[in-house]
Nanobody
Framework: QVQLVESGGGLVQPGGSLRLSCAASGSIGSINVMGWYRQAPGKQRELVAVISTGGSTNYADSVKGRFTISRDSAKNTVYLQMNSLKPEDTAVYYC????????????WGKGTLVTVTS
């Protein structure tokens, strides 16, 4: 069984920063793409950023220049450094990973809430 557990969410003022972490655990053979998605109230879940095994990254236009995704493959962990946060960044942030156990699966974490408000 594979688990993705996010941490690091919370309440922050506009212009502030937060760092999210997501650790994958369980019977993992390898992890391919890892990423972060978010879902704001009343909206669909959307891509925030993804990172490949080789370190290639892709970001939503709305977060480019403010957010940075990184990963520590030895720890099966992905991070999201969020700077210059805006109220519109308020959402539940979900970790996602394409990985291999005994088969290829796509796994989701349960999410961590980020609230940006003054």
């Amino acid at each position: 069984q594979v688990q993705l557990v996010e941490s690091g969410g919370g309440l922050v003022q506009p212009g502030g920063s937060l760092r999210l972490s997501c650790a994958a655990s369980g019977s993992i053979g390898s992890i391919n793409v890892m990423g972060w998605y978010r879902q704001a109230p009343g909206k669909q879940r959307e891509l925030v950023a993804v990172i490949s095994t080789g370190g290639s990254t892709n970001y939503a236009d709305s977060v480019k220049g403010r957010f940075t995704i990184s990963r520590d493959s030895a720890k099966n962990t992905v991070y999201l450094q969020m700077n210059s946060l805006k109220p519109e960044d308020t959402a539940v942030y979900y970790c996602n990973a394409d990985l291999w156990t005994t088969r290829g699966i796509n796994a989701w974490g349960k999410g961590t809430l980020v609230t940006v408000t003054s």
